[in-house]
């Protein structure tokens, strides 16, 4: 068994959560803050057979990898000579997955 | 020692955080939701020594061990035939608990 | 690779995150409750590398081990004779830090 501990961006953890229910893997959703991805992030818990830990893995990189993405920054509003407001580039998306071993899984 | 994560559900926390307080083993509270129980749920974090693993799994299994119980349905309200409500049997409680190896405990 | 889960108090805790982002440690911060310390307290996930455990602890231990600190209670507000109020000493901070074994940690 492996306890897998997901840290992924919140605009992903709807769909990633989805995945995990569609493919019936069990997983505990933590409100967590900051720190390893630099906007909001949600955390799951995950208690799994070693032979599944790739299928997760797999899953978690489709929804959640890192990717870029055209945003259209917000009007300037302070005054200032009125620009156009052209998009740009950002990366968004991005997620750490840290595997423990873990030694018993009891239900009751 | 040992880490033990244990998910339960809501309705069986505060007696299970009784029974900790009790018995003197120290532990910390996350907020969860959803996922490996239906309703929601609390985490507690344990950190214990190997031989006092069987205890705490005792503790857990008398207070949070998955029950039928019964419950009267809420009145139908929508317009239709009023039926009378009879009390119907749903399963209440279970936890889930992962016992992870653990290297070193600190306290500073 | 390890897991540091890292409980301390509130009143520590974003002291500790900024020497955590000065020294480039990643970290997740959960909201975390009661138990371990009497009073409030956060949790940091930590996935950090053997040889850089010891300088994670150190960090620790300067912002938030156990020390003694003089308080003024409140004055007495229920009718009895006017005491004046002396400060007392009370102890504040402490942490504790569970160290885990880590398979691996990914970055998507
Ligand atoms: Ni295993
Ligand atoms: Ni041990
Ligand atoms: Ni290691």
């Known amino acids: 068994?492996?306890?897998?501990?997901?840290?992924?961006?919140?605009?992903?953890?709807n769909k990633l959560q989805s995945?995990?229910?569609k493919n019936n893997i069990q997983q505990?959703?933590?409100s967590t803050t900051g720190g390893f991805l630099k906007s909001g992030n949600t955390?799951?818990?995950?208690?799994?057979k070693d032979e599944r830990v790739q299928e997760?893995?797999?899953l978690i990189k489709?929804?959640?990898?890192k990717r870029e993405q055209y945003m259209t920054p917000p009007v300037n509003l302070d005054g200032g000579v009125s620009d156009a407001s052209y998009p740009v580039k950002i990366e968004v998306g991005g997620s750490i997955v840290m595997e423990m071993p873990m030694d018993n899984l009891y239900h009751f």
């Open 1 to 13: 068994m492996k306890l897998l501990i997901v840290i992924i961006q919140n605009k992903d953890a």
């Open 19 to 21: 995945q995990f229910v």
């Open 28 to 30: 505990t959703k933590l």
């Open 43 to 48: 955390t799951f818990m995950i208690g799994i």
């Open 56 to 58: 997760v893995l797999d």
């Open 62 to 65: 489709k929804v959640s990898r």
